[in-house]
């Protein structure tokens, strides 16, 4: 699952301090921040912004990664077409849904 027209900016370490993330469409008409404080694994602020809530988006393709195994970079593809780049796992045949 993709979360369509978005851009991810921000990382996190695997440890350390706390750290920020965040989404923004391409326009930045919707954006989504989180920070993280580094002490707790599963508590996190999150801010959202504009007519898309891109959180909640990121939220539903983490679930739908998961869902799939958490497959690794190299089993997705993508074919280019006249009309876009549809993105697809394992095979053509699979596509990765989009959302956004």
Do not use: C
């Not at 989180?34 to 539903?60: C, K, M, Y």
């Not at 497959?71 to 993508?78: M, N, R, S, T």
Request: glycine share 12%; net charge negative; proline share 7%.
């Amino acid at each position: 699952m993709r979360v369509g027209g978005a851009r991810r900016s921000g990382a996190w370490p695997k440890y350390g301090a706390g750290r920020s993330s965040g989404l923004a469409t391409t326009g930045t008409t919707s954006w989504a921040a989180v920070d993280w404080d580094g002490t707790s694994e599963d508590r996190f602020t999150v801010w959202q912004h504009g007519p898309r809530r891109l959180w909640n988006e990121a939220e539903i393709a983490y679930a739908w990664w998961t869902m799939h195994d958490r497959p690794g970079p190299v089993l997705f593809g993508a074919t280019a077409t006249a009309t876009g780049e549809p993105a697809w796992l394992d095979d053509s045949d699979q596509p990765v849904p989009l959302i956004g």
